[in-house]
C-alpha cells in the first residue's frame, strides 16, 4: 500500500469527508491484499495493519481511521453473509 495519511492533511485534524475517504481506500487496499480474511480481524489488528500508513495523523483521527476501516468490513461481513443466506 502506498497511502499516507499527510496526503490528505492540510492542518492538524482531517475533516471528517477525508477521513471517510481515507478509510475507504485503505479498507479497499486491505482488501485488495487479504481478500475475505479482512473479515475476521480484530480492531486491534486492523490497526496493527494501518499503523504504518497513518502514523503522520492526529492520535484521535488514527483511532478514527482504524475504527472506520475495520467498521466497514463488519458491514462487508454482514452483507456477504445476508447474500449467502439468500443464495441458498
Do not use: C
Not at 486491505?30 to 494501518?50: A, I, M, P, T
Amino acid at each position: 500500500m502506498a497511502l499516507r495519511g499527510h496526503f490528505y492533511s492540510t492542518g492538524k485534524d482531517l475533516p471528517e469527508t477525508d477521513l471517510r475517504e481515507l478509510a475507504d481506500l485503505l479498507a479497499t487496499q486491505l482488501y485488495g491484499n487479504l481478500e475475505r480474511k479482512v473479515y475476521g480481524l480484530s480492531r486491534q489488528d486492523v490497526g496493527e495493519l494501518l499503523t504504518a500508513y497513518i502514523e503522520d495523523l492526529q492520535p484521535e483521527d488514527q483511532r478514527s481511521v482504524v475504527w472506520l476501516v475495520w467498521d466497514l468490513f463488519q458491514e462487508g461481513l454482514r452483507i456477504e453473509m445476508g447474500q449467502r443466506r439468500r443464495a441458498r
